[in-house]
C-alpha cells in the first residue's frame, strides 16, 4: 500500500485478459449474421453495471479542511462519482468512520447505481443521476460522522465488508480516510511500531480482540491513506507497514492507488 518513494507497495491486480472471438470458416452471410447476433449479445451484458462497490467515509478530526486534515468532503466530492463510473459500479453500500465505527448509528440506505429501464429510458441519464444521488448519501453519512468522533478505521473496513451486497463482480471499496486508527480502546502511535518484532505484536493482538475485516478478495481503493506521515519517511514506513500486514497479508483483499492523492 506503499506511495513512492517507500519501497515494497503490494501488488496492483489487473483484469484478466479476455481473449477475442475465434474465426470460423463458414459462408460470409452467416458470418456477418453471427457477428452481429454475438455483438448485441455482448453489448447487452458489457452494458450492466455489475460491480458490487462500497464507501467508508472518514469522519473524524483529522478529515476536516485545513491545514492539518485531508478533507475528507474535498476528496468525496472529486473522487466518488469518477470511482462509480471508472469501477462500473452496480450498488454502492455506505459505512462511516467514527469512534465505534460497527455500532456507529450513522446509516444510509445502498443505492442502486443501475435502475431498471425499458428500451425508451436514457440509461446513462439515469445512472448520472443514481451516482449523484450516492454523491448526496456519502455527505450525508459524513456529516453524521463528524458528530460521534474517533477514528475506528478497522471497524469501518470490518462494517463495509458485511454491507457490500453479493454481486456478479469482484467488490470495490473506495476508502476516503487517511487510515489513523484512533478510537477509545486502541490509537495506532507510530513509535509503538516502529520494529517488526513490535508491529506484529501490535497487530496480533488488536486483531485477536476485533477480527479480521471480512474483505477477502476485495479491491480496495485508498484515499487520503497516510498523508500526515507522507513528509516524514521514518513515520511513514512504519505506518505503511502496520496496514499493509493488516489489509493486504492478513485481509487478503487488493490494494489499488487510483484514486490516493
Request: hydrophobic share 35%; with cysteine.
Amino acid at each position: 500500500m506503499n506511495v513512492p518513494p517507500s519501497p515494497g507497495r503490494p501488488h496492483t491486480t489487473k483484469p484478466p485478459h479476455r481473449p477475442g472471438l475465434a474465426r470460423w470458416a463458414v459462408p460470409a452471410l452467416a458470418v456477418a449474421a453471427g457477428l452481429a447476433a454475438v455483438t448485441g449479445c455482448s453489448s447487452a451484458v458489457a452494458d450492466d453495471l455489475r460491480t458490487p462497490c462500497g464507501l467508508v467515509v472518514d469522519g473524524s478530526g483529522s478529515g476536516a479542511a485545513g491545514d492539518r486534515g485531508f478533507d475528507a468532503e474535498a476528496k468525496l466530492k472529486s473522487t466518488l462519482v469518477r470511482f462509480l463510473t471508472e469501477r462500473h459500479c452496480g450498488t454502492l453500500a455506505f459505512a462511516p468512520v467514527t469512534r465505534s465505527s460497527q455500532t456507529s448509528t450513522c446509516r444510509v440506505g445502498d443505492v442502486d447505481l443501475d435502475p431498471p429501464a425499458d428500451e425508451t429510458t436514457d440509461r446513462d441519464s439515469m445512472r448520472k443521476s443514481s451516482r449523484i444521488l450516492a454523491l448526496k448519501g456519502a455527505l450525508t453519512m459524513l456529516k453524521c460522522a463528524r458528530t460521534q468522533g474517533g477514528s475506528d478505521v478497522l471497524g469501518a473496513l470490518a462494517r463495509i465488508g458485511d454491507a457490500v451486497r453479493p454481486g456478479n463482480g469482484t467488490p470495490s471499496l473506495l476508502v476516503v480516510s487517511d487510515f489513523e486508527q484512533a478510537d477509545v480502546e486502541f490509537t495506532l502511535r507510530v513509535r509503538e511500531i516502529a520494529t517488526e518484532q513490535s508491529r506484529e505484536r501490535v497487530i496480533d493482538t488488536l486483531l485477536e480482540d476485533r477480527g479480521v475485516p471480512g474483505i477477502s478478495g476485495m479491491n480496495v481503493y485508498p484515499v487520503g491513506y497516510g498523508m500526515r506521515h507522507n513528509a516524514k519517511p521514518g513515520e511513514y514506513r512504519p505506518f505503511d507497514a502496520f496496514w499493509s500486514e493488516i489489509l493486504s497479508e492478513r485481509a487478503k483483499s487488493h490494494v489499488h492507488d487510483d484514486y490516493r492523492k
